[in-house]
Structures are given as C-alpha cells and as structure tokens.
Antibody, heavy 112, light 106 residues
C-alpha cells in the first residue's frame, strides 16, 4: 500500500519561502513521476510541478522560476521549494505519485 | 494545453440514484483519463484510471467509459458517502489538466 506523508507549509509573508516535503512508502520516487497539485480555497485542482523518473522537472507557467522540485532518493522523498511567494499561491498543496496516489495535503498561506 | 470540460458543474441526487458525469477533452487523449473523488476538507482520491479501470479497493458501483475526447463517469446506487465533488484529469501530456469539477449533493 502506498503512503505519501507530507510536511512543511504554514503561514508566510509575500516574498517569503517555504519547503514542502513528501515522504513515500510503498512507492519509489526515483522510478515514478512525482507531481505537486494545489487547490486554492474554494477552487478546483491545479497542477504545479512534476519530477520525472529521469530527473527532469517541469512547472506550471504560474510558478516557473519561483518553485523548484527535487528529490532525495535515499530518503525516498520529494520536495517542493517555494520562493518569492505571492498571495495567489495560497492553497492546499498535494503531492501525487503518478496519477493514483495522493498525499494528505499541506496548507500554504501567504499573507502580510 | 489540453482543456478539460466537465458537465454538469453540480447536480442534486437522492440515495439510490444513478448519476452520470461527462468530461470532454479539447483534443484526443486516447484513454489517459483519471476520475477523482474529493470530499470536503479531504485529500482527493483517484477512483478510475485509463478511463475505465477501477483503482484497487474502489467499489464496482463506479464505472468509467470513453476514449479520445469524450468520457463518462457513472455512479450506480448512490449512497450517502458518495456525495462529493468529482474531477476528471488528463495525463496524456503535461501540463496535467483537470476538469472544473462536479459537485454531487442531495
């Protein structure tokens, strides 16, 4: 059974930074496409970033240049570094393994 | 980017009803479609992948069909725990894109 345990997140001022973590069990992050998806309050789901098994990342235009996805194979964990945060980045962030498995979500709130 | 259009955006149903939700892609996505259920305050849960394959542990009252650009999710015998918002998502190409959601309530 796959478990994706997320941590990180919190309240940050505009322009600030945060790092989100997604620790996987039952799934190997280095051989799966690991995604981050977010959901703004009262809104639908929005894809944010992917790290493919080959190590190549991709980003939504709205976060390109500000967010960085990475992984630590030894910890079987994927990270999302959020920088230069804006108020419209406020959302619950979910990590996903492929298209089937979801983390529990972590709240990022950007406000002054 | 591939646009995903769901309909209806909301519907009211009763316990025992059969519910149909449709999803249309702006271009051919073969069968690279997932149906996702989300209950308020909870993480999404993938129900069906490859348009029609039930995720392990998902009851058979959920069924999916379609290929190309037109897809359907059917929930047979609606139960109280099925009242939720349902999303379709294509994984044919990046960026991954989602439908706007269908809220199923009483």
């Amino acid at each position: 059974e796959v478990h994706l345990l997320q941590s990180g997140g919190g309240l940050v001022q505009p322009g600030g930074s945060l790092r989100l973590s997604c620790a996987a069990s039952g799934l190997t992050v280095s051989i799966n496409s690991m995604n981050w998806v977010r959901q703004a309050p009262g809104k639908g789901l929005e894809w944010v970033s992917v790290l493919h098994s080959g190590g190549n990342p991709d980003y939504a235009d709205s976060v390109k240049g500000r967010f960085t996805i990475s992984r630590d194979n030894s910890r079987n964990t994927v990270y999302l570094q959020l920088s230069n945060l804006r108020t419209d980045d406020t959302a619950v962030y979910f990590c996903t393994g492929g298209v089937l498995d979801w983390g529990q979500g972590t709240v990022v709130s950007v406000s002054s | 980017d591939i646009q995903m259009t769901q309909s209806p955006s909301s519907l009211s149903a009763s316990v025992g009803d059969r519910v149909t939700i449709t999803c249309r892609a702006s271009q051919d996505i073969k069968k690279y479609l997932v149906w996702i259920q989300q209950k308020p305050g909870k993480a999404p849960k993938s129900l069906i992948y490859a348009a029609s394959t039930l995720q392990s542990g998902v009851p058979s009252k959920f069924s999916g069909s379609g290929s190309g650009t037109d897809f359907t999710l059917i929930i047979s015998g609606l139960q109280p725990e099925d009242f939720a918002t349902y999303y379709c998502q294509q994984y044919y190409s990046y960026p991954l894109t989602f439908g706007g959601g269908t809220k199923v309530d009483i």
